[in-house]
């Protein structure tokens, strides 16, 4: 059967798309804006990357001062045949690349992990106990606080889960230039991000972890393209509706308002670094843990 033209213009389109996006890894690799671990930190954990779609030489080949006389005898060592991609490797060539790697960015002493990591996803798909696994295993992450113009649900601790501020309040963190993203979110309220935590932060060396929604998630990795973006996906949308309708803390116009923004937010998943899928608690804060290069010592 042949295929008909229409689909075969959209296949090229698309064969010609993914080019180009592994030609602007390779190309960030050679000029050193990405390191080797962090491009293949994202091919590991997550299989539909364009960086998972690499070839593992061409990979290899754009990581500055590594020449083919050295890749070929790696290639040889490793057990890793010419045409292989980064997402296809076995368990063992996968460990024994990351050693090498590893090994070698601790050598030329390379920053490996990105100091900023924002977790987006739709709502109720377990940011929140995701966010607290990591904070009570890593207690050396910065969370950042937002600032939001909705009222407290009961619990909730000014300064805490948010700063709880007034409209008129939110007005003047904008104009005075104190938040580094803000959106409205949901329709209804406003939430911001204050800038101040964050770049104390990064001047102490601490990594940051953002919660926020898929509009702030742009507009952070628009002004600051090493923040690695993490989209934390339900295990499927049922799933996600049965989360949402069973949570009870919403009225029912609130609930179907956050379904719409959640069927949104599904749509934009592709646009962020890695998507990680949380049907375990433990193994989807692990891989965000993986992202911020911060491993529990045994
Ligand atoms: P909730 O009202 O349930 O606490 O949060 C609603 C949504 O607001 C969540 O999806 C959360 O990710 C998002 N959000 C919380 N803080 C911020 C922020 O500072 N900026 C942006 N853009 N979204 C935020």
Same mark, same amino acid.
């Given at each position: ?69 050295? &890749?070929?005898?790696?290639? %040889? %060592? ?13 368990? @063992? ?9 590893? %090994? ?16 987006? !996803? ?5 940011? !929140? ?5 990591? =904070? ?50 949901? !329709? ?19 990594? &940051? ?34 989360? =949402?309708?069973?949570?009870? %803390? ?32 433990? @193994? ?6 993986? =992202?911020? !290069? ?5």
């Amino acid at each position: 059967m042949t295929m008909p033209d229409v689909d075969r213009v959209a296949a090229s389109r698309a064969a010609v798309a993914a080019r180009r996006a592994r030609a602007a890894i390779k190309a960030s690799l050679a000029r050193g804006e990405r390191t080797a671990s962090d491009v293949f930190l994202v091919a590991r954990i997550d299989a539909d990357s364009v960086e998972a779609s690499l070839r593992v030489t061409d990979f290899l080949l754009n990581v500055p001062a590594l020449g083919e006389k050295k &890749v070929s005898a790696l290639m %040889t %060592t490793l057990g890793i045949s010419p045409r292989k991609r980064l997402g296809a490797l076995g368990r @063992r060539q996968r460990d024994a690349l990351q050693d090498f790697l590893e %090994t070698r960015a601790r050598a030329r002493g390379e920053r490996t992990r990105p100091r900023v990591v924002v977790l987006a !996803g739709p709502t109720a798909v377990g940011k !929140g106990t995701v966010v607290s696994r990591i =904070l009570s295993d890593y207690p050396e992450v910065h969370m950042s606080v937002s600032a939001t113009t909705r009222a407290p649900r009961p619990g909730e601790v000014d300064g805490v889960n948010y700063f709880f501020v007034s409209p008129e309040e939110f007005d003047r963190l904008i104009d005075d230039d104190e938040l580094l993203e803000w959106a409205v979110v949901h !329709g209804t309220h406003r939430y911001g991000t204050p800038r101040g935590p964050i770049e104390q932060s990064l001047r102490d060396g601490v990594c &940051v972890l953002l919660e926020i929604d898929i509009q702030g998630a742009r507009q952070v990795k628009a002004h600051m393209p090493s923040a690695r973006t993490v989209f934390l996906e339900p295990p499927s949308w049922e799933e996600l509706s049965r989360r =949402l309708e069973s949570r009870g %803390t919403e009225h029912i116009d609130e609930r179907m308002r956050r379904l719409e923004t959640a069927r949104e937010e599904l749509a934009a998943r592709l646009e962020f670094d890695v998507r990680v899928v949380n049907d375990d608690v433990t @193994r989807a804060a692990a891989q965000v843990v993986d =992202l911020m !290069g911060l491993t529990k010592e045994h």
